[in-house]
């Protein structure tokens, strides 16, 4: 997936194109997750910031359902249960999950032709 910003937010620069990570949502309002324009962190942004560039979904991602009506779409090496605790907290194991997946949706666009 990928979206282009088009409203202004300190975190998201307008028209740039993004790659999307996964997307939360509880009830009908989503955010994506992508990596910021530090090139490093990721995190969730509303989906109202952006315009959907291209809405293929990669075939290794999972739908999940959480009490209180949240629900995410998410590659399935970050699925496990407390993945953005370790990885926040600076866990060797999931930060190299994390790089591989990114790798992956990376090689992946390249190949689908969505830069």
Same mark, same amino acid.
């Given at each position: 997936?990928?979206?282009?910003?088009?409203? /202004? #937010?300190?975190?998201?620069?307008?028209?740039?194109?993004?790659?999307?990570?996964?997307?939360?949502?509880?009830?009908?309002?989503?955010?994506?997750?992508?990596?910021?324009?530090?090139?490093?962190?990721?995190?969730?942004? &509303?989906?109202?910031?952006?315009?959907?560039?291209?809405?293929? @979904? %990669?075939? /290794?991602? @999972?739908?999940?359902?959480? %009490?209180?009506?949240?629900?995410?779409?998410?590659?399935?090496?970050?699925?496990?249960?407390?993945?953005?605790?370790?990885?926040?907290?600076? #866990?060797?194991?999931?930060?190299?999950?994390?790089?591989?997946?990114?790798?992956?949706?990376?090689? &992946?666009?390249?190949?689908?032709? @969505?830069?």
């Amino acid at each position: 997936m990928r979206v282009r910003c088009t409203k /202004n #937010d300190a975190w998201v620069t307008v028209g740039t194109e993004y790659l999307v990570l996964g997307v939360y949502g509880r009830g009908t309002s989503f955010k994506y997750r992508r990596i910021g324009d530090d090139a490093q962190t990721p995190a969730l942004h &509303n989906a109202e910031l952006f315009a959907l560039v291209s809405s293929q @979904i %990669p075939k /290794n991602w @999972i739908f999940r359902v959480y %009490p209180g009506a949240e629900w995410e779409i998410t590659p399935a090496g970050w699925a496990p249960e407390g993945f953005w605790m370790a990885y926040f907290d600076g #866990d060797a194991t999931a930060l190299r999950v994390f790089g591989e997946v990114v790798s992956a949706l990376k090689k &992946n666009a390249e190949d689908s032709l @969505i830069l």
